[in-house]
Structures are given as C-alpha cells and as structure tokens.
C-alpha cells in the first residue's frame, strides 16, 4: 500500500529553517518523482519542489530558489526539503506527491500527473 507520510512542520520565526519530511512507502524513488506542494486557504496548491526518479533533477518555483534545497535518502526512501531563510509568505500547509509522469511528460509542477499525495505538514513563519 501506497502510503506518503509528511514530517517537521512547525511555528517558526522570520529567517530560520525548518526540514520537512516524506517517507514515501510502498514506492521506489527510482521509478518515481517527489514534489513537493504548497497551500494556503483560499489559494490554489502550488508547486514548490521536485526531485527526478532517475536523474535526481531538482526543480523550484522562482520564490524559493536559493533558499530551499529538495534531497533525496534512497535507504530511507525518504525526500527532504531544507527550508532556510523562512519568510511569513512561506506559511503553508506544505504536500509532498508522487508521480511518474513528470518531468519528462509533463511540467514538474502540474498537479494533476501526481498519483499519491500526503496528508501535508503545517509551516507557520511569524514574528
């Protein structure tokens, strides 16, 4: 059974880190791609991250380049996302997904070509 399990959430102030999380269970890493989602109330989910199964290619959205770094722990089957430099409009509930359509068939963070989805992880960032 298919199971995604986000971790390391939390109540964080302006300009420091958080690692967030995702066992990915019953799937190899090898043969599927990990992103990572972002959403606040009344917004649509966006896109934040992603890792290729194959390659290890790591993709962001703009907003974080630089200050978010996507990993990948075959041993553990585990994806991390290193969030540093937090700032208040990063508070989200944050996803992590699964597909194996993107990125070669599709852009990496088209929502619909994930399969497998988290139950997420809340990240608050205020002063």
């Known amino acids: 059974q298919v199971q995604l399990v986000e971790s390391g959430g939390g109540l964080v102030q302006p300009g420091d880190s958080l690692t967030l999380s995702c066992v990915a269970n019953g799937l190899n890493l090898d043969w599927w791609a990990i992103g990572w989602f972002r959403q606040v109330p009344g917004k649509e989910r966006e896109g934040v991250s992603c890792i290729n199964k194959s390659d290890r290619r790591t993709y962001y959205k703009d907003s974080v380049k630089g200050r978010f770094t996507i990993s990948r722990d075959d041993a553990k089957n585990t994806v991390y996302l290193q969030m540093n430099n937090l700032n208040a409009e990063d508070t989200a509930v944050y996803f992590c997904?699964?597909?194996?359509?993107?990125?070669?068939?599709?852009?990496?963070?088209?929502?619909?070509?994930?399969?497998?989805w988290g139950q997420g992880t809340q990240v608050t960032v205020s002063s």
């Open positions: 997904a699964a597909s194996v359509y993107v990125p070669s068939g599709s852009p990496w963070n088209a929502r619909p070509e994930y399969d497998y």
